[in-house]
């Protein structure tokens, strides 16, 4: 385990994982807005576990933190974190399998990451970029107080067709934990 909050915990992907990652990635609406396509194979999965629990949360590039639910062992989801400008910025991604949405546990986690980033490693500022359409990732990173930043207009061509940006970002500054 790597950090933990009232219900969750946010520790490494494992081999046993694969199963509900290829599951929850699979459903339409949670990769209508991701950099991958429904359905997503078991094969890619257990790639995927096997490459991102290897690496290493504190380097510079992508990091996956596994969400478990305390108590029942759940995959809820992830969050990925892409460390960069020698690790003064992070990215943020982040996923919850369907069965999981609407209990308040994606900005659980997202706080979790963020204070850990901001307030415990330092970071200078935390950033997500997302598809304009996508309101409920936007209403999760305004609950947390992200500022709006940028609207880009048809600056992504994703997914065969050209898509608009939003950008929300925090500073370390302004992030205090709640
Ligand atoms: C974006 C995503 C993670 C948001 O998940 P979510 O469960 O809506 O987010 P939150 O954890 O903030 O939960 C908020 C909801 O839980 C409800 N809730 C229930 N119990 C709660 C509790 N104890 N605490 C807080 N909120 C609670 C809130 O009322 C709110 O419901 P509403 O949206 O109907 O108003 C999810 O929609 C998702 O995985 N989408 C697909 C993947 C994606 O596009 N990711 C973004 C790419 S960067």
New binding site residues.
């Given amino acids: 385990m790597l950090l933990q909050t009232d219900r969750l915990l946010l520790r490494r992907f494992r081999a046993g994982d694969a199963p509900a990652l290829a599951a929850y990635r699979s459903d339409p ?2 990769a ?3 950099g991958w396509d429904a359905p997503f194979p078991l094969d890619a999965a257990e790639r995927f576990v096997a490459a991102v629990g290897e690496r290493d949360p504190r380097a510079e590039g992508w990091f996956q933190y596994a969400i478990e639910r305390r108590g029942d062992g759940a995959l809820v ?1 992830d969050v990925g974190v892409n460390r960069h400008d020698e690790g003064r910025q992070a990215e ?5 399998a369907p069965g ?9 986690a997202v706080r979790r990451v963020v204070d850990h980033l901001l307030l415990e490693e330092g970071l200078h500022r935390v950033h ?1 970029s ?1 598809d304009a359409r ?1 309101d ?2 936007a ?2 990173l305004e ?1 947390l107080a992200f500022r709006r930043e940028a609207y880009e207009i048809q600056s992504q061509f994703w997914k065969g067709e050209w898509t608009d940006d939003v950008r929300y970002a925090v500073l370390a500054s302004e992030w205090s934990r709640s």
Avoid: H, M, P, W
């Avoid at 943020?92 to 919850?96: E, Q, W």
């Fill in positions: 609406d949670v209508r807005y991701q989801g943020l991604g982040f996923t919850l999981f949405q609407r209990q308040g546990y994606a900005a659980e997500a997302l996508n409920r990732s209403r999760l609950r």
